[in-house]
């Protein structure tokens, strides 16, 4: 089955045990998931179901592994020769926002031994708890996927409101963010939108970069596995036309666009 949606109380079940996160896997060097060489770990739970999700296993709050956040500083520690001057710790998803407070101690830690911490999150939340984890993320990686809140609702099932809202809070905050943006054909390759998007941030000062991240068929034998129906089986990747299309729409508006 593809897991329903769950309410932020619901989500809150894993903030209970302080000593631990639940985890989907960890990547031990990765290189797409912030600056230079990461651990990179990816946390169990989510209340966006995106059309696209790579990783429909990591959705369900009461899914993944239990492993102790003391011993994830310890790997990370023995990891920081490999790290360099850019590298260091990601927290991605699922949505790290649904064990937020277990994080803020996991960052703290993080920094007390001089390792660089960074966050990919869909912003589905923005409240006090969050604003605290954000001021132990050296980098904020925000995954906005759609400017139009009805078609946001249609891509993840949420609205974009609290996405929006936490994104003008790092602005405010002067902490730095890159934004993200899966291009997906017939869903958020639509030029208007784009624009609109590219307007909506482009007087935002703590942006460093921007990717756009082509839509691709990897992850659909998962949802095969899990013998749950892939909503955009018959969707095919951008072609090179409205990559270069939504690539240019984005250069006008900001320095650093990367296409992925």
């Excluded at 960890?26 to 696209?52: A, K, N, S, W």
């Excluded at 003391?70 to 790290?83: D, G, I, P, S």
């Excluded at 054909?185 to 784009?194: A, T």
């Excluded at 990747?237 to 990559?243: A, G, R």
Aim: aromatic share 10%.
């Amino acid at each position: 089955m593809y897991f329903p949606l769950q309410d932020i109380d619901a989500a809150k079940l894993n903030e209970n045990d302080p000593e631990h996160l639940r985890i989907h896997s960890l990547e031990t060097f990765g290189t797409h998931d912030g600056p230079g060489i990461r651990m990179v770990v990816f946390v169990q739970g989510c209340q966006f179901r995106c059309l696209y999700c790579q990783n429909p296993d990591s959705l369900d709050v009461h899914g993944g592994t239990l492993v102790e956040i003391k011993e994830l500083v310890k790997r990370a520690v023995r990891q920081k020769n490999y790290f360099g001057e850019k590298g260091g710790v990601t927290v991605s998803g699922g949505e790290p926002l649904l064990q937020r407070t277990k994080l803020t101690s996991f960052f703290k830690q993080l920094h007390e031994n001089g390792i660089n911490t960074c966050l990919d999150s869909n912003g589905r939340l923005n409240t006090p708890d969050v604003h605290k984890l954000l001021e132990y993320t050296d980098l904020l990686l925000l995954d906005v996927k759609h400017i139009d809140d009805e078609w946001h609702r249609r891509l993840t099932g949420q609205s974009n409101k609290t996405t929006l809202e936490l994104a003008a809070y790092r602005e405010a905050s002067g902490k730095r963010m890159w934004l993200r943006y899966v291009l997906v054909p017939g869903w958020s390759d639509q030029v208007e939108y784009v624009e609109q998007w590219a307007k909506h941030f482009s007087t935002y000062k703590t942006v460093d970069r921007v990717e756009i991240i082509p839509f691709h068929q990897l992850g659909m034998h998962k949802w095969e596995l899990m013998n749950i129906e892939y909503p955009l089986k018959n969707t095919a990747t951008p072609t090179d036309e409205i990559k270069n299309s939504t690539k240019s729409i984005f250069d006008r508006y900001f320095d650093n666009v990367i296409l992925k």
